[in-house]
């Protein structure tokens, strides 16, 4: 499941314009078939972001992200480093369970 949560403010223009909203990309080809990692394994994936057509914005230069394996009651900081045109997240190798992601860009223009 993925869910997305943006916040910016809005007014009345003339003519439809495109948001300056951030698409999170995800590279989690490391999963396997069940989308799942073993116990106990360092799992590593990629994030990128992209803006809709026609928005302008400055590009993400930070990243954060954190996971929880108690359904977003406490959160740890994974590790992040720039990689290839986005970003490398590894997360160390957690029990056996669900883990949650949550995943900030951060750019000249502030959070996203």
């Known amino acids: 499941m993925t869910s997305a949560v943006m916040m910016f403010r809005s007014g009345r223009t003339d003519r439809e314009q495109p948001l300056d909203l951030l698409d999170t990309r995800y590279d989690m080809s490391g999963l ?30 930070r990243v954060s992200v954190a996971y929880s394996t108690d359904d977003g009651a406490t959160w740890k900081s994974a590790k992040v480093r720039a990689d290839k045109g986005g970003w490398r997240v590894t997360v160390p190798g957690l029990p056996e369970g669900r883990v949650s992601l949550r995943v900030t860009g951060t750019g000249r223009d502030g959070p996203r």
């Open 32 to 61: 396997d078939g069940d989308n799942s990692v073993a116990a106990g394994k360092e799992f590593a994936f990629g994030v990128g972001f992209e803006r809709q057509r026609g928005a302008h914005g400055g590009d993400v230069d």
